[in-house]
């Protein structure tokens, strides 16, 4: 045991040895001399690790609820039978008390603390303030020193499509553009420039590709001066931050200022971008009649594990849905896990609402208020709501929150108990005789009847068997896409009886899924009657989710959130993956093979040429036409025919792939 003031930054590690290895007396004895004074202890196990972090007002007396079993909380009885050990740091109050909890929380990760459950680093958007023209980046790091970081994201895609759509809106330079780096570096080495840095990096610079598309403001060409461009950014945070109006109000005031001085083109620029907000409002949900901006945390908890999900409002919208696993369920009491949850959330967000609303009364509430208060800079207060519109979208959120942690038990196999209920639902929904260990799954891939192509993923006692997997390439004729002629050609071959024979194939399945509707089900039935063999089998429309059954013209729907529901989409979702990158190996091979043979001038022998001096088709494409023209024997004509079918040739690929994903 350990004596720290507030004013001194131990290294916790080198802790002083345990009272057990000094033969001093008992762990309530060492207790009873620990000051009551504001400050946060730490429990140890017998190897001297860190496995419980909390504060108290007064340390002594909170400390004595642990070791004479007054604390009321499951996990209390289990904690105390491992402690060997406690440290302790004094502070001057409790709000500091608060802040230092978290931080040794996040040094330590205690493992009776509640935490995120995987501890992954979320993703998040930043803007460079520090830079004299400050840039947006998509970032996993939270605590760089003049950067401003928007989020968690949970969502990686969504944080990355934010970014995206916001520089429609307004023009900024991304954090990744080489030529921002340029400018960078030469303003940092040059601060006398900075007053005229838009002239210095005019006489330099060279335009990015961005400035050409209209996503960049030409920074790197000193386009746009420093004030104009500060203008900018700050949209960007109000934005960011929830702020549209503010943002639309702005944009509205400069179109119309660029209309009255006949600047028609810029006019029409910013309209386009008024049109991607108004675009983006309408995907929102509108929550309130008012403009309130709120947070709103709900939780729902299993025996071990729980999930927390975030509506962030802003002016009356839902802007924002994060969910997050938690490491702690049943196991802990509702109060402690929602208010470890805000200590984690909001010691890493900079995005801090005047009102957060919660499931439960917090004891700590008021120290709550005042450490967000002081982070926002702004009051912040923490509410129940009990009836309402706010307990309404509260109730959602927890709702949420059982969907994200249904998610993650069904997709991780977390707990086995979870799967099983899963495939007991099923035999139950699709009337079959056993629960369904053996899993079948077919889906058609194909762009216009070409390279089509099929998948077959197998499933054993809920979860993928990739051993099982096996792909077909489908032989029939086809002048278009027919999954009806696909899926009876590809299920013949499957289960003719050599195949079923055939100890590499695996046994008879328990269930058939097939993807697709009615017509996808009706060739499955149609021939596995041809074949003699009476196999379970449904198949599962994308859309709605239905699960469609030979026995009744109505699809079954199973239950939202149900375990049952999210493994047969998993099923579903996994042949789709397989057939489509079987379909992408297939389409790539032979495009890749006729791309040069469709160009007039190039021959056997220059072909031969060119792939020699390139070793691959991915450097020949990211070659230029002078690179091209080094080959011997290619004149300069031909190298830029080269190069541009090679540009259709890509534009061609992505359209392709677009295709089939939809």
């Not at 860190?50 to 400390?63: F, Q």
């Not at 970032?139 to 970014?163: C, L, Q, V």
Request: glycine share 6%; proline share 5%.
């Amino acid at each position: 045991m350990t004596n720290r003031d507030s004013g001194y930054t131990p290294n916790l590690h080198d802790a002083a040895p345990r009272p057990e290895d000094e033969g001093l007396a008992s762990i309530a004895d060492q207790v009873s001399q620990v000051p009551k004074r504001p400050g946060c202890y730490l429990w140890k196990d017998a190897k001297g690790e860190v496995i419980y972090v909390g504060k108290a007002k007064n340390l002594r007396a909170r400390m004595k609820q642990y070791v004479q079993l007054t604390d009321d909380r499951a996990k209390i009885p289990l904690m105390m039978q491992v402690v060997r050990g406690f440290d302790y740091v004094v502070v001057d109050n409790e709000h500091e008390a608060l802040v230092l909890e978290r931080n040794l929380i996040a040094q330590y990760h205690p493992y009776f603390n509640v935490d995120y459950k995987d501890d992954k680093s979320y993703p998040f958007i930043a803007i460079t303030e520090g830079d004299a023209y400050p840039a947006i980046k998509y970032t996993r790091e939270r605590h760089r020193k003049g950067t401003r970081y928007f989020g968690p994201y949970t969502d990686a895609r969504a944080a990355r499509e934010t970014i995206d759509t916001l520089r429609k809106v307004i023009p900024i330079c991304t954090a990744t553009c080489a030529e921002w780096k340029k400018a960078k570096r030469y303003l940092d080495s040059h601060p006398d420039d900075l007053a005229v840095a838009n002239l210095a990096l005019a006489q330099r610079g060279r335009p990015c590709f961005f400035s050409h598309v209209g996503l960049g403001p030409g920074v790197c060409v000193g386009a746009i001066s420093t004030v104009e461009y500060a203008r900018n950014v700050r949209q960007v945070e109000q934005f960011l931050a929830g702020k549209r109006r503010d943002v639309v109000s702005e944009l509205t005031e400069q179109m119309a200022n660029a209309a009255a001085e006949l600047e028609f083109e810029r006019a029409g620029r910013l309209k386009r971008r008024l049109e991607v907000i108004n675009g983006l409002e309408d995907h929102q949900q509108v929550v309130f009649p008012t403009s309130v901006n709120l947070d709103l945390i709900g939780i729902y908890r299993e025996e071990t594990i729980s999930a927390a999900c975030v509506f962030a409002v802003r002016e009356g919208l839902t802007v924002r849905s994060t969910e997050f696993i938690l490491n702690k369920g049943n196991d802990a009491g509702e109060e402690e896990l929602v208010e470890g949850f805000l200590k984690r959330y909001y010691d890493e967000t900079a995005d801090i609402p005047p009102e957060v609303d919660v499931t439960v009364e917090l004891e700590d509430a008021d120290l709550l208020e005042e450490w967000l208060s002081a982070k926002r800079g702004h009051t912040c207060h923490i509410h129940r709501p009990l009836r309402g519109d706010k307990r309404k979208l509260l109730d959602m959120a927890s709702q949420n929150a059982r969907f994200a942690l249904n998610r993650y038990m069904v997709r991780t196999g977390y707990a086995d108990d979870r799967t099983n209920q899963a495939l007991l639902q099923l035999e139950s929904a699709l009337a079959l005789e056993a629960p369904p260990l053996r899993i079948e799954c077919f889906d058609i891939s194909t762009l216009h009847g070409r390279f089509t192509v099929a998948s077959m993923i197998v499933f054993t006692n809920g979860k993928p068997d990739k051993g099982q997997y096996r792909r077909f390439k489908i032989r029939a004729e086809l002048d278009e896409a027919n999954d009806f002629v696909s899926m009876s050609e590809v299920l013949g071959r499957r289960y003719a009886p050599e195949r079923m024979a055939d100890e590499r194939f695996g046994s008879r399945p328990d269930l058939l899924v097939v993807d697709g509707g009615k017509p996808q089900l009706t060739a499955a039935i149609e021939q596995l009657e041809e074949l003699g063999l009476d196999i379970p089998v449904c198949g599962l429309a994308k859309s709605d989710e239905e699960v469609f059954v030979p026995w009744d013209s109505a699809p079954i729907v199973l239950p939202s959130g149900s375990a049952s529901l999210y493994l047969i989409k998993q099923v579903r979702d996994e042949s789709h993956r397989f057939a489509i990158t079987f379909h992408r190996e297939l389409r790539d091979k032979a495009m890749t093979v006729s791309v040069l043979d469709e160009i007039p001038g190039v021959g056997p022998k220059r072909k031969k040429a060119i792939m020699r001096h390139f070793g691959s088709l991915k450097r020949l494409r990211a070659a230029s036409p002078a690179d091209i023209a080094q080959v011997k024997g290619i004149p300069q004509s031909v190298a830029e025919d080269i190069w541009h079918e090679l540009r259709a040739w890509d534009a061609e690929r992505e359209e392709v792939a677009q295709k089939v994903d939809a």
